[in-house]
């Protein structure tokens, strides 16, 4: 018990395989995503079912109503992924580096939970909102291309349904790749940041990419850098404290799969 306890409160690991611990948060964030991105599909589905359906009936389609009607349904769906994503990103670490079965250290003593996930949604609802919107606008402009052809209602209902699944299936694989992976980077920084404060112990954290064809230059080049928690990585030219970290900007952070190492500075992180 004693021994469990003093491991817990240095977090001390010894050695850290980099690459061992880069597959376990990407398995682990693979996982999250592929429940989410089945959700995602089934709500995109529903929503265009319903709204072609009020087209055929009554020849009309307003953009803005749509996106709200889609927002309705989409905005609680990412809190719940939201949430469901913290909550295993805080277990994670908890059973890592504590293996009593008591309340979680970090999670049930010094953070109120839902104010943290409910801040993080906060930070996204404006890019969430214009995604709803931007499929809303493409079945408009898709509608507009049939009324110009002259086609009947159920012909350009047919012609929206062809034309917006694929990109519905498409566009669901990037918000749940994306929001999974940004959502557990800043999940697992604010634990071990909010750690560090609690124990008053200094810890480091290191930038881990994929480096495969896919992994973007910028990534590859950032793998391995190493700063103190409180410091940020330069990445392509942006600083940022995590990988997935909004002030990256789009071209650092969509399809992103790099993940961050923490780590007690007394540890020896191995590649």
Known sequence: MKLNQKRFNTLIQGRISARKEARRQLLFR????????TRLT??????????????????????????QSLNEDFMPLIYAHYKRIFLSVYKYNENKYYTEKQEAFVFGRSVDFEEVVT?????????????????????????????AENLTLRQIAKLVNDKFLPISRSRANLIA??????????????????TQENLGIKMVKRWVSTN???????????NGQTVDMDEKFTVGGSEMDYAGDSKGGAKNVVNCRCVIIYADEQDIVLD
């Not at 009936?57 to 996106?67: I, K």
């Not at 495969?212 to 950032?222: F, L, Y």
């Open 30 to 37: 693979n996982n999250l995503e592929k429940r989410f991105n």
């Open 42 to 67: 089934t709500l995109y589905r529903k929503f265009l079912n319903t709204q072609l359906y009020l087209f055929t009936e009554f020849g009309t389609y307003n953009p803005t109503s749509a996106a």
């Open 119 to 147: 801040n993080y949604f906060n930070t996204r609802q404006l890019i969430l909102t214009g995604i709803s919107q931007s499929l809303a606008n493409r079945i408009s402009k898709t509608i507009e291309e049939g009324r």
């Open 177 to 194: 790749r994306t929001e999974t992976h940004n959502a557990a980077s800043f999940s697992n920084h604010s634990y071990f940041k909010k």
């Open 212 to 222: 495969d064809a896919r992994t973007r230059p910028a990534h590859a080049s950032a």
